[in-house]
């Protein structure tokens, strides 16, 4: 298999609450909820970086789709990693999130690898850590 994910989906229990954490909240890009036309297929897809988006889509429009069962959700399944590029930025990022009611759930602090990072979980408790690596280049800077 060659590496060519592109679409990262979430399942969600409200649309519009998650539309509204990750564009108002966020400042994620997005043309809102399409697919609304089609039974079990309105879904927000939010642009992250070149070639990969994020996909909020409701829980039981998923289970549908996949043919599986719902389950019960569990925050520590996968995390969303957002690398930044220095520890300030964590900082506001993680600042953003809780202003856009995020719950805070391990507060930005110095790693044992020698980075700083801070999670969080977003109105579905989907977590989310939020990173600066000292040994990685983020996306928008050159690596050294």
Known sequence: MKPRITVITI??????RSLRFYRDGLG?????????????GAVAFFDLQAGLKLAIWPRKSLS?????????????????????????EVDAVMAQAKSAGAIIVKPAQP???????GYFQD??????????????????????
């Open 11 to 16: 399942g969600v229990a409200d649309l519009e």
């Open 28 to 40: 994620l890009k997005t043309e809102g909820i399409i697919g609304t036309e089609f039974e079990y």
């Open 64 to 88: 549908l789709d996949s043919g599986l069962a719902p389950g019960t959700a569990s925050a520590t399944e996968f995390t969303l990693g957002h690398n930044v590029s220095s520890q300030t």
């Open 111 to 117: 790693t044992f690898w020698g980075g700083y990072a």
């Open 123 to 144: 109105p579905d408790q989907h977590l989310w850590e939020i990173v600066w690596n000292p040994h990685w280049a983020t996306v928008d800077e050159p690596s050294s």
